[in-house]
C-alpha cells in the first residue's frame, strides 16, 4: 500500500454530502497515514444525506490550499449545490488546481470545478447528472469507473468507491 504519512489531505464539504462519498475516502487515506482536515463554510459540525456527522477543522474563509497537499470534494447534490456557490471554497479550488495539488472528486463533487473554471481540457468522469456542466466548462467527460488526468482523480458514484480510494491513495503518494 502506499505511503501518505505526513501528507495533510483537505475535504471541502457541507451539509448533505453523500456520507461514503466523504467518509470512505477519508479512512482511505488516514488508513495511508495521511491526516485530513475538513473544511465547510462554517465551523461545527456538518451532516451527510444519511445521518453522518462529520466535525469541521476549519472553514473555507480560513483555509489556505498551501497548508495542504491534496483535496478532496465528495459528492451529494445539496451539498455540492451548496458549496459551489460558496466564493471562499471556489477560491480554494483554483488554489490547488494553481498550486498544481491533487484534487480527487466523485459524483456531484465536481460540480464546483465548473464554478472554478479549472476544467478546459480535462478528462474526467461524474454522475451523469453533471455531465452537461463539466462538458460546458471545457472537460472531456467519460463514463468509467475511475479517471486519473491533470492532477484529477475522478470516480462517478459511491459504487465506483473502491477502485477511487485506490487511485486517490496511489496518486497522493507520488
Request: with cysteine; charged share 25%.
Amino acid at each position: 500500500m502506499a505511503d501518505l504519512n505526513g501528507k495533510t489531505i483537505a475535504i471541502i464539504a457541507t451539509d448533505g454530502f453523500e456520507d461514503s462519498e466523504l467518509t470512505s475516502p477519508k479512512e482511505a487515506v488516514e488508513a495511508a497515514g495521511a491526516t485530513t482536515a475538513v473544511i465547510a463554510p462554517e465551523t461545527g459540525e456538518i451532516e451527510g444525506k444519511k445521518g453522518a456527522a462529520v466535525k469541521v477543522d476549519t472553514t473555507t474563509a480560513e483555509a489556505n490550499a498551501a497548508d495542504f497537499d491534496a483535496l478532496i470534494l465528495p459528492g451529494g447534490t445539496l451539498n455540492a449545490d451548496a458549496i459551489r456557490v460558496d466564493a471562499p471554497a471556489v477560491a480554494l479550488v483554483k488554489e490547488f488546481k494553481a498550486a498544481g495539488k491533487p484534487i480527487g472528486v466523485i459524483c456531484h463533487g465536481g460540480w464546483i470545478l465548473t464554478d472554478a473554471d479549472v476544467l478546459k481540457g480535462v478528462k474526467l468522469t461524474s454522475v451523469a447528472n453533471v455531465k452537461t456542466d463539466l462538458v460546458n466548462a471545457g472537460a472531456n467527460w467519460v463514463d468509467e469507473e475511475v479517471v486519473v488526468d491533470s492532477g484529477f482523480i475522478s470516480s462517478r458514484t459511491p459504487a465506483d468507491l473502491e477502485a477511487f480510494n485506490a487511485a486517490l491513495v496511489e496518486e497522493l503518494a507520488k
